[in-house]
């Protein structure tokens, strides 16, 4: 009795072997890229409220700015009106 496989089973071995560890390796990356498609999402994320939030503070400030500056307008006109005498 010979107990060593043949050459046929040794080679049917390696590529059952061969194809689990490729599995293994197409997993790995798959779950790599999803991990990395939901990093570089949040970075988007971030990146968009922070321009958000530096628009909507810089559209704030403007309409203080303007506000004041027609206040201040309204301010001088109102000073500056004519006295009618009754």
Known sequence: MNNKPTLS???FALSAY???VSERI???LLTF???LARIAHDI???IANFVVDAATSV????CRLELSIVEAFATIMLRMRPTVPY
């Open 9 to 11: 089973e040794l080679l």
């Open 26 to 28: 197409l997993k790995a």
């Open 33 to 35: 890229s999803v991990r």
């Open 59 to 62: 559209w704030r400030l403007y």
């Open 44 to 46: 988007v994320v971030a």
């Open 18 to 20: 061969l194809q689990a």
